[in-house]
């Protein structure tokens, strides 16, 4: 939705002057990298109230040499230290763990940077990699043999059900155990709590 700031401001600007009275929810389809003071401004004055982003990982390589995100850890603290100014929206992070390059370090960057940002989040979503048939991460894992996956299973969605609300892991790292990776997402999971009186606010408001 932000990847041309020219049109996400143009629709915002539409929307106020149509006098349209809604609310809105962005979960996927907003780059951190697009997203200054400016476009904050017009998206929250357009009516948006539930914002969803991902730093995608603590660690620098993991997430630039790695996942191939381009984005730095100063652009991730100026965004979440921005957006402490905007008491009533509710901010989640996303973030994806169990590379198979994934190391006790790379982990606990990505712990320190959750805990920096807390201030800033309502809720923080911790995902385990999933290597979608076809991706180069899965290519890469089935070289290295990384899979946990069953091969002759790969055509069946259910494989990959409900990824997100799961302890599945699809992938092993070289240097960690399964286990680590789990207590680890638990142990993130715990830095972060839903701020009952926003989330009930926000529910509260019409759609």
């Known amino acids: 939705m932000t990847l041309s700031k020219e049109r996400t401001l143009k629709i915002c600007e539409k929307i106020r002057e149509r006098g349209l009275d ?25 009516g948006l109230i539930r914002l969803y982003v991902a730093p995608e990982h603590g660690s620098s390589y993991i997430r630039n040499e790695v ?11 100026e965004f979440f230290d921005m957006i402490k100014d905007y008491k009533d929206l509710f901010v989640r992070a996303f973030f994806v763990v169990g590379y198979p390059q994934e190391t006790k370090e790379t982990l606990q960057e990505t712990y320190d940077m959750v805990r920096k940002i807390r201030d800033s989040l309502d809720s923080v979503a911790m995902f385990n990699l999933v290597p979608y048939p076809g991706t180069e991460i899965f290519n890469y ?3 290295h043999n990384r899979l946990l996956i069953p091969i002759e299973d790969l055509h069946n969605l259910e494989t990959f059900s409900n990824y997100n ?35 009930d606010k926000l529910s509260s408001q019409k759609t």
């Open 67 to 77: 996942m191939g995100k381009n984005l730095s850890d100063n652009k991730i603290y």
């Open 22 to 46: 809604i609310q809105f929810t962005t979960i996927n389809g907003v780059s951190l990298k697009t997203l200054d003071r400016e476009v904050m401004d017009a998206l929250t004055g357009a």
């Open 141 to 143: 894992c089935e070289k």
């Open 165 to 199: 609300y799961s302890d599945n892991n699809f992938v092993k790292p070289f240097g960690l155990e399964i286990d680590e990776i789990k207590e680890f997402r638990d142990k993130c999971h715990a830095l972060v709590h839903r701020r009952p009186k926003s989330y």
